[in-house]
């Protein structure tokens, strides 16, 4: 049986495998990083913690995940318009978790990450989402 | 259609009497959460030279009600969101989440505490 990171995992990626974030960041939907020479723009999600919390005999899971927009046009606007995207795939989605029923997904912070390699920028714009949901 | 007016008051006398009676306790619940946050992060940081992991230092501010926890290094986002192509390894979101629970399982304790001995 797969662990409930794992379902975590897929659910998260299910949501963003759609057609709106596919045309927006053509390069792929990526857990952790992006494989070696991928063409951005891209999209990285990746579970940033998981805490159990139990409320009597239920059992809810916590998680907190980042998704991020990375882009390496010369200017922020590109990643940030497919963060809006994301944002739309995201927020409040209704993510299939083997196991759970899903209680909600709401994004909690913005993060924005800009990097000179050699004078080559890029942008990786993204934000953090709580998942909350409840073992059936 | 008719227009109406709605009112709405609160009657705060009190109010600033119970803050002063909690302000202490809150302070400590804060300076704790804080320092807590701090250890834990310091704890799960990803380590290459220790740089990151030394630089991380808590600020107690607004007269001690607030503190902010953090490193200095310049790599230390790159660390928490990571880059283009490195994965995030993320230590402040999560040592912010170990301590959130206790965190509010204490301010509620310490709001109890002052209003029972209004």
């Given at each position: 049986m797969a662990s409930l990171r794992t379902n975590l995992d897929k659910a998260v990626f299910d949501v963003l495998n759609v057609a709106a974030v596919h045309t927006a960041a053509p390069g792929g939907v990526f857990n952790m990083v992006a494989p070696n020479g991928t063409k951005p723009p891209y999209v990285v999600f990746?579970?940033?913690?998981?805490?159990?919390?139990?409320?009597?005999?239920?059992?809810?899971?916590?998680?907190?995940?980042?998704?991020?927009?990375?882009?390496?046009?010369?200017?922020?606007?590109?990643?940030?318009?497919?963060?809006?995207?994301?944002?739309?795939?995201?927020?409040?989605?209704?993510?299939?978790?083997?196991g759970y029923t899903l209680l909600y997904v709401r994004r909690e912070s913005d993060f924005y990450l800009m990097e000179d390699v050699g004078g080559m920028i890029w942008h990786n714009i993204g934000g953090t989402y709580r998942i909350v949901a409840d073992e059936t | 259609m008719a227009g109406w007016d709605a009112e709405v008051s609160a009657d705060l006398r009190g109010l600033e009497q119970f803050i002063q009676r909690a302000k202490p306790a809150l302070q400590q619940v804060v300076k704790v959460a804080a320092f807590n946050v701090e250890r834990h992060a310091k704890e799960i940081v990803h380590?290459?030279?220790?740089?990151?992991?030394?630089?991380?230092?808590t600020s107690v501010q607004d007269d001690g009600l607030a503190a902010s926890i953090g490193p200095t290094t310049s790599y230390a986002r790159a660390l928490e969101f990571g880059t283009h192509n490195r994965q995030a390894y993320p230590f402040m979101r999560p040592a912010l989440e170990q301590e959130r629970q206790a965190f509010q399982a204490a301010i509620i304790a310490a709001l109890k505490q002052a209003g029972a001995s209004g």
């Open positions: 990746q579970a940033v913690s998981k805490v159990d919390e139990y409320s009597f005999a239920a059992r809810f899971a916590q998680a907190l995940y980042q998704v991020k927009a990375v882009s390496r046009s010369p200017w922020p606007k590109e990643a940030a318009d497919i963060d809006d995207d994301i944002d739309t795939a995201m927020q409040n989605a209704v993510l299939v978790i083997t | 380590v290459d030279t220790g740089a990151t992991r030394a630089s991380i230092h």
